[in-house]
């Protein structure tokens, strides 16, 4: 297999029998792409969160069946993670 940065990744066959593996295409092409952000605590959230979804709303890859959205999903040492 070959990931996003071209770097080929060996799986033993072991683990194709052994362990969970999860096939992101097999039945659908489509996938969805998660952006971890950092963003300092005094930032306007909101603010943030609109510049995020007008960036995507622009990239013409981002397919019109599937909204973009932005969420909050972590908070670590004073930092925001959108």
Avoid: R, Y
């Avoid at 960036?55 to 908070?75: D, G, Q, R």
């Amino acid at each position: 297999m070959t990931n996003w940065n071209k770097k080929e990744i060996i799986v033993p066959n072991k683990i194709f029998i052994t362990e969970q593996f999860i096939n992101w295409s097999l039945s659908d092409t489509i996938t969805k792409v998660v952006l971890n952000i950092p963003t300092p605590l005094h930032f306007d959230i909101k603010k943030i969160t609109n510049i995020l979804l007008k960036i995507a709303h622009s990239c013409p890859l981002v397919i019109s069946s599937s909204k973009p959205e932005v969420f909050l999903v972590n908070l670590q040492k004073g930092i925001l993670f959108f």
